[in-house]
């Protein structure tokens, strides 16, 4: 005899069957429908063609210096020592001093002659190659809020990260491998790990973090005997998951937990192929900067290097972290401006350009797009004798690669370098011109949650027209 159902089973099923009325319609609309019936990381078609298949987010922690780096200012030099001469908006540490010149000189590199610091005499030599923006705004001036915003384009946790958005709207060109990668160079963010989540996207997009030594991966080595006997615990696995799914109905947390278990097990005969490096030449080696003398140039050349192999086998975003320097906060030198900010460029000056240099070489430049950012900039008057507090109102990227103008200058700071007095680019615009390069609409990519179709963008960003080719 059958056992009656309950009342809370009854309004179980029935909500379940009222809902699929509706939802036969969203599935009809890409924006809405699940990929899952051909897996969550396919290949997916773009809104329009895109010049770019793959992103390297280089992401300079701590905020670096715009007026240090690739924007400089004259006036700041000859009035290096004296009183300010903009009223000051209030800062995060409200210690501020005089006037602060750059310790550093610029200078003119290649025949865009775009001005670069000598902080960086290795990325200088590419210039012909970026588009530099000098008129980046941000919403928030302390690091957590910023970088969520910076990664997410809302300043709080819980919304999906732009690798994974983009994850979400292309898939993977490599099944056995992530859509979205973070390489673990030392230094997660303040934020945590929620700079990378997939938020109410599907879990299947989350950033996956690989360590770029030892074992890159947790949890995906083989641990059986012999592979018969872990394919028959994985079937088991995986009987269990489907009755579960047959039970509960299609929800993220089972499907997505199958996905990832299915692609980890794949990733077992991918990772350590894609990791090693050994079958690098040597004279590739030396141009990342594999033998420099400081090893923190070692940590990020090994980073860059794996970040042109992962995109080689189909990754579609992936994010550097900074080294970690003993001594050193980041970028985020809010006293000893001079040691920390060259201890930083020397550890990633060299492997960005060989990094440039590498793709470029290979053909991959063209459909790779290479980006440039710290969550915001810092000020041109001191903060106590020799650091710089944090500034939100101007600070420089840049951006190289697919559908990138290079040798382009695009924006301005005023005399000080302190605010946008022209060409103002905000995060949601840098967000809508990555998707747009990629071939997604920002404006199309939505996604169904809370009662609201939410997008990267939120209901801002345009396209940065100016540095596009």
Known sequence: MATPLTRREMLSRCANGFGIVS??????????????????????????????????????????????????????????????????????????????????????????GIPV??????????ADKLAVIRSMVAD????????????????????????????????????NLPGFVVLDGGLIPPGGLDNFQSGFLPASNQGSVFKPRKQAVANIRRREKTPELQNDKLGLVRALDRERLAEAGRTDAVESAIANAEL??????????????????????RLYGLDAESVHTQSYARQCLLARRLIERGVRFVELTCPKIPGNDRWDQHHGLRQGHASNARAVDQPIAGLLTDLESRGLLDETLVVFAGEFGRTPFAQGRDGRDHNQYGFSIWMAGAGIRGGTVYGTTDEYGYKVV????????????????????????????????MRLTDVYGRRIRGILA
């Not at 000598?118 to 590419?126: A, E, K, S, T, W």
């Open 264 to 285: 980890a097990y794949r990733m077992q005969a991918e990772v350590p192929e894609v990791m090693d490096i050994s079958g690098e030449t040597a004279a590739t080696k």
């Open 422 to 453: 022209e060409d103002e680019v905000t995060i949601h615009d840098l967000h809508a011109t990555i998707l747009h390069l990629l071939g997604i609409d920002h404006e199309r990519q939505t996604f169904r949650f809370s009662g609201r179709d």
């Open 23 to 112: 939802l036969s319609a969203l599935l009809a609309d890409r924006a809405f429908a699940s990929p899952s019936h051909d897996g969550p990381l396919a290949v997916r078609p773009s809104h329009i063609p895109g010049k770019a298949r793959s992103v390297i987010f280089l992401y300079m922690d701590g905020g670096p210096s715009q007026v240090d780096t690739f924007d400089p200012k004259p006036r700041l030099t000859k009035e290096d020592g004296k009183p300010f001469g903009m009223k000051k908006e209030p800062t995060q540490f409200d210690d501020n001093g005089n006037t602060f010149g750059s310790p550093w000189e610029f200078r003119r590199y290649g025949e865009s």
């Open 140 to 175: 928030f001036p302390e690091h957590t809020t910023a970088n969520y915003f910076l990664h997410t384009g809302i300043g709080r946790q819980g919304r999906p990260s732009l690798g994974a958005w983009i994850s979400y709207g292309l898939g993977s060109l490599n099944q």
């Open 117 to 126: 610091s000598d902080l960086f005499p290795y990325v200088g030599r590419c």
